[in-house]
């Protein structure tokens, strides 16, 4: 059974950070493209960074988390991590990472609809 096992969020202070974890059993993580998304009460799913396979090495991040945000794989742990430095109270939100069928990320890589497993999302909370 193909799952993207989700875990690391929780409460932090503005300016704090946290590290995501995202584990995929069923398949080798290494030859897919991975994104990790986020989604705030009310608003819309919205992509956060993407990195290709190991063999496609490119990193790709949103505007608002370039510089903060740093996303990294881990082949012999089948795990993909996202690092995530200087909150802000709007980095509040549910984050889930996916699955994309593809070796790179893509043009596409920003779209929830070419992502074709999720992980159930673990929240994110920053406030003081």
């Known amino acids: 059974q193909l799952q993207l096992v989700q875990s690391g969020g929780g409460l932090v202070q503005p300016g704090g950070s946290l590290r995501l974890s995202c584990k995929a059993s069923g398949f080798f993580l290494s030859y897919y493209s991975i994104g990790w998304f986020r989604q705030a009460p009310g608003k819309e799913r919205e992509a956060v960074s993407c990195i290709s396979s190991t063999a496609g090495n490119t990193t790709n991040y949103a505007d608002s988390v370039k510089g903060r945000f740093t996303m990294s794989r881990d082949d012999a742990k089948n795990s993909v991590y996202l690092q995530v430095n200087s909150l802000k109270s709007e980095d509040t939100a549910e984050y889930y990472c996916?699955?994309?069928?593809?070796?790179?990320?893509?043009?596409?890589?920003?779209?929830?609809?070419?992502?074709?497993?999720w992980g159930r999302g673990t929240q994110v909370t920053v406030s003081s």
């Open positions: 996916a699955r994309q069928p593809y070796s790179l990320c893509g043009a596409g890589w920003s779209t929830p609809m070419n992502y074709d497993y």
